[in-house]
């Protein structure tokens, strides 16, 4: 069950290491790699550091929407549609952060 709960972490951390591989930043992909190695150990700094990291990827999404769509414009290209998709991400993201909250993962990485 505590899968199903971890899920929108799991997949906002495949979504943040695909965004790094679009981007060829390589190097960067090991962090939400580790990130989803380490949500099998039980300890309380675990869940906060991914807590943390999933605010600091949720403003790279931000970040990207903007970038993105100010390109677009310069570009007379469409651009609103991007920024919606972009934009859901980084919601989806940022509220990925709120399942630890659950009484299950509260339980699980002894956050009291």
Do not use: K
């Not at 580790?34 to 906060?48: C, S």
């Not at 651009?79 to 998709?85: G, M």
Request: with cysteine.
């Amino acid at each position: 069950m505590n899968f199903l709960r971890l899920l929108p972490v799991i997949l906002s951390l495949l979504l943040l290491g695909a965004h790094f591989s679009r981007h060829n930043l390589g190097f960067l992909i090991v962090v939400p790699l580790v990130l989803l190695g380490l949500l099998f150990l039980r300890e309380p700094w675990v869940a906060r550091l991914v807590q943390w990291v999933l605010i600091v990827a949720s403003l790279e999404w931000l970040r990207t929407a903007v970038v993105l769509a100010m390109q677009r414009q310069q570009q007379g290209a469409p651009w609103a549609r991007s920024a919606v998709i972009l934009s859901a991400v980084c919601a989806f993201t940022l509220v990925s952060t709120l399942v630890f909250r659950s009484a299950g993962l509260r339980e699980r990485y002894r956050l009291d």
